[in-house]
């Protein structure tokens, strides 16, 4: 796919960011298992941050200007969040926040968390979601959503 963005530092207000995205502009299409396509058609998202206390405390919001497919067909799309990150050191990075699909309600408030840490160049890092509003099933009842997350990151710049 093909995206592009563009990164605002207002003079007045050197620490804040405010962003906009356009993602799959190209409208991508590809083969799936069972001989259909999937298709992700053009997004848009906003975003903003402002850093505080030495640049160690970053609030965070951003949410999605359309509604979106999602994988599951006649599942819309369309987030809104927020959050903070403390980063007391260059290695260390201590992250949380919440989000909710304002497209859909049968996945309730998701809250957010994670950590990361390394060096620059090289980090490790950890992240989650759990869904606030369960769903029953045979009796038993379980969050409607929940992901986990490891990843190893490499920064250059």
Known sequence: GVDAGVLYNPPVLNNLSLGLVMK???????????????????????????????????????????????????????YMGGGVDFHPFSWLSIRAGLMKNIAESDEGTMMTAGFGFGAKWFQFDVAGQYSTDEGHYEGDDYPRGGRIQVSLVSKWF
């Open 24 to 78: 799959n502009m190209n409208t991508p299409k590809f083969d799936i298992i069972d001989g259909g396509e999937l298709e992700f058609k053009p997004m848009a998202r906003f975003g903003a941050a402002y850093s505080a206390i030495l640049d160690r405390l970053t609030f965070a919001m951003d949410m999605d200007l359309t509604e979106n497919d999602g994988y599951i067909p006649g599942y819309k799309e369309r």
